[in-house]
């Protein structure tokens, strides 16, 4: 067993299913953004802001809060990805060892990317939530985000028995 403290510093080389993680998540991010200064200059000053279980609009705001959205979700994506440089520092599920230790940074490192996709493409699903629920349409877009939720959760699972496979 390879303790915390000692856990070797690896160069994992992204493989080529990285990299399409990695771009995907930028292009979500720089998408947040695009989606934002689109809506910024066709929303009214007021803007719904919060809605309930049922997808109805339960506060409204100031439209400058939308700007937000796409900080911090630019702050998650930067702070996980930074993070994600670091997998020797992370708690794993189960025992780092010589033998296992390239493949457990390796599913760590995914995990932490698929959970920037994710947020990426929820923040940019508020945005469009928002800027839709100003014609009365709080539906459709309102049964992704159990969606998601779920997805991340799914995604959690199914890190946890890869990491425990032996």
């Known amino acids: 067993m390879i303790t915390k403290e000692i856990r070797p510093k690896i160069d994992i080389k992204l493989q080529p299913k990285d990299k399409y993680?990695?771009?995907?998540?930028?292009?979500?991010i720089f998408s947040v953004w695009v989606l934002f200064l689109y809506f910024?200059?066709?929303?009214?000053?007021?803007?719904?802001?919060?809605?309930?279980?049922?997808?109805n609009i339960d506060r409204w705001g100031n439209?400058?809060?939308?700007?937000?959205?796409p900080i911090i979700t630019s702050v998650l994506y930067i702070g996980m990805t930074i993070i994600n440089k670091f997998p020797h520092k992370f708690n794993f599920p189960s025992e780092i060892t010589a033998e296992n230790v390239e493949k457990q940074y390796i599913l760590a490192t995914r995990f932490i990317r698929s959970l920037?996709?994710?947020?990426?493409?929820?923040?940019n699903l508020?945005?469009?939530?928002?800027?839709?629920?100003?014609?009365?349409?709080?539906?459709?877009?309102?049964?992704?985000f159990p969606a998601l939720i779920i997805g991340i959760f799914s995604q959690l699972i199914i890190y946890l028995i890869k990491a425990n496979k032996k």
């Open 21 to 28: 993680m990695e771009y995907l998540g930028l292009l979500l």
């Open 63 to 69: 439209k400058n809060e939308l700007i937000l959205l």
């Open 116 to 123: 920037k996709i994710t947020i990426a493409l929820m923040f």
């Open 40 to 55: 910024w200059f066709s929303l009214p000053d007021i803007v719904p802001m919060h809605f309930d279980f049922k997808g």
């Open 126 to 144: 508020i945005l469009i939530h928002i800027a839709n629920s100003i014609n009365g349409n709080t539906k459709m877009e309102f049964l992704l």
